[in-house]
């Protein structure tokens, strides 16, 4: 079999297995560029910490503004494709879609993203310090910053979390989905997580989209915050848990439903399960 058959399999295999290919990349987001655009957040965010960057007090203006309009630029993009790609699913067509709408919502959104750096940058802040504080083995909050998987996790889901908030599709997911792959932790955009949020170790950690998380909340590896079904019927329904404020959950304990809710200042215990709401200050253990 010569190389033009082997070509002509693959072209046929996608004629016949449609779903798993896209051949229209002008109107699909890439994923590459995606995870391009947080390196430049990344950057913005921690300027000096996770990029080699030659800058001082001289070149700091210059080098925000190139990494602002990089991500302006990218983003909106980005944005655009993913509406586009959006509005035809639910139409079954690209005709009549309005680009230039499009676009102005995608640049909207942008720059909408760029004016909450600052917020994010004092909610991240108060992560850092709450891991260093909460972690006898973390030496600095540089090293925090530097090396923990569980406030790059956190970075990323507030990032995803303001652009799901705001309506975009497809983009925050493919920002969630590639940090998981890196850290093994799993945090919905759609979750609602307040401040000095602290994931301790961190891999095989599960927050899902309608998970409600207070202040002051430290988990632990293996967590898993769930839904006690997952029927398709569901997807618009609260089906994740309500973790209150001041709580601690070690290693592996699961904690699964919608209606349950973990009260203020309680811990819960590793390998345990829990499916049924916890008043406050409650200690629960495996028995």
């Known amino acids: 079999m010569n190389i033009d058959m082997l070509i002509d399999g693959i072209l046929d295999s996608y004629d016949r297995y449609g779903l798993i290919n896209r051949t229209d990349k002008e109107n699909f987001p890439n994923r590459e560029n995606v995870v391009s655009i947080l390196q430049d957040l990344q950057s913005l965010i921690f300027p000096g910490f996770k990029y080699d960057e030659e800058i001082n007090p001289y070149n700091l203006r210059y080098l925000t503004g190139q990494k602002v309009n990089s991500v302006v630029s990218k983003l909106t993009r980005e944005i655009q494709k993913a509406l586009i790609f959006t509005l035809a699913q639910k139409k079954g067509t690209t005709e009549n879609i309005e680009e230039s709408h ?10 909408a993203l760029i004016e909450e750096i600052p917020e994010i940058r004092r909610l991240i802040r108060l992560d850092t310090i709450s891991a260093y504080m909460g972690d006898p083995a973390a030496r600095s909050n540089e090293e925090v910053i530097l090396s923990y998987p569980g406030l790059e996790a956190i970075l990323i889901y507030r990032i995803a979390h303001f652009l799901y908030k705001n309506g975009v599709p497809l983009i925050p997911r493919i920002m969630s989905e590639h940090v998981h792959g890196k850290t093994g932790i799993d945090i919905h955009p759609g979750a609602t997580i307040g401040e000095s949020f602290f994931i301790d170790h961190g891999t095989g950690v599960v927050i899902g ?28 329904k609260k089906r994740h848990p309500t973790i209150e404020d001041d709580v601690t959950i070690y290693a592996n304990a699961t904690i699964l439903g919608g209606k349950t809710t973990i009260g203020k200042g309680s811990i819960i215990g590793g390998n345990t399960w829990v499916t049924d709401s916890v008043p406050e200050k409650t200690v629960i253990t495996q028995e």
């Not at 998970?211 to 019927?233: E, F, H, M």
């Open 102 to 111: 499009c676009f102005k919502l995608a640049e909207q959104t942008s720059i």
């Open 209 to 236: 989209e309608t998970c409600i998380i207070g202040n002051n909340v430290k988990i632990y590896q293996g967590v898993t915050l769930g839904a006690l079904s997952v029927k398709k019927n569901l997807k618009d």
